[in-house]
T-cell receptor, first 111, second 115 residues
Framework: QKEVEQNSGPLSVPEGAIASLNCTYS??????FFWYRQYSGKSPELIMF????GDKEDGRFTAQLNKASQYVSLLIRDSQPSDSATYLC???????????FGSGTQLTVLP | GAVVSQHPSRVICKSGTSVKIECRSL??????MFWYRQFPKQSLMLMAT?????????EQGVEKDKFLINHASLTLSTLTVTSAHPEDSSFYIC???????????FGSGTRLTVV
């Protein structure tokens, strides 16, 4: 059973629109969640992390965590073509605090 | 700050040879380093957790005799792919927990191609 699930997409949105990326997790003990962006052939870049229920905003990005529903999402406002990448959701609850990644969602922002 | 330098970025080797990948934490001490492998169009899969001064912890299905990990200092962890085969061709990435607002930092990755 996968611990972190993501819709693999691909997801396409027009430039300027809001992109919504979703992630569910299976372990109720999970406390920390991370969103990474990965361009093809590159290593992941941290967008933001969230520990508490509710919303966390950073510029055009908003992470949402709902522990009751075991659901994490990432909203990207005013999407730009440069946002086109694979977005990885990760759970940081490993015993050694290792990250467990979802399969990633490929986002394409159309000019 | 909190940079992990990984090299080589790209390596091509012959089947049966060994390849060493290095990850160095440049401005912080990494007592723990994580090694991931990523096949095309797939997510990152944790291979092993490297601990400074002790044996690495391998994930289920990862051969510890094939993927040798050494974490001899607080700033250097190495992964050696021994007797490499074409199916070992992949993107290998190291990561360290930085903590605070930075969370985890990743090396730039090593693209291994075994021919």
């Amino acid at each position: 059973q996968k611990e972190v699930e993501q819709n693999s997409g691909p997801l396409s949105v027009p430039e300027g629109a809001i992109a919504s990326l979703n992630c569910t997790y299976s372990d109720r003990g999970s406390q920390s969640f991370f969103w990474y962006r990965q361009y093809s052939g590159k290593s992941p870049e941290l967008i933001m992390f969230i520990y508490s229920n509710g919303d966390k905003e950073d510029g055009r990005f908003t992470a949402q965590l709902n522990k009751a529903s075991q659901y994490v999402s990432l909203l990207i406002r005013d999407s730009q073509p440069s946002d086109s990448a694979t977005y990885l959701c990760a759970d940081g609850r490993g015993s050694a605090r290792q990250l467990t990644f979802g399969s990633g969602t490929q986002l394409t922002v159309l000019p | 700050g909190a940079v992990v330098s990984q090299h080589p970025s790209r390596v091509i080797c012959k089947s049966g040879t060994s390849v060493k990948i290095e990850c160095r934490s440049l401005d912080f001490q990494a007592t723990t380093m994580f090694w991931y492998r990523q096949f095309p169009k797939q997510s990152l899969m944790l291979m092993a957790t490297s601990n400074e001064g002790s044996k690495a912890t391998y994930e289920q299905g990862v051969e510890k005799d094939k993927f040798l990990i050494n974490h001899a200092s607080l700033t250097l962890s190495t992964l050696t792919v021994t007797s490499a085969h074409p199916e070992d061709s992949s993107f290998y990435i190291c990561s360290a927990e930085v903590g605070g607002a930075k969370g985890y930092t990743f090396g730039s990755g090593t693209r291994l191609t075994v021919v």
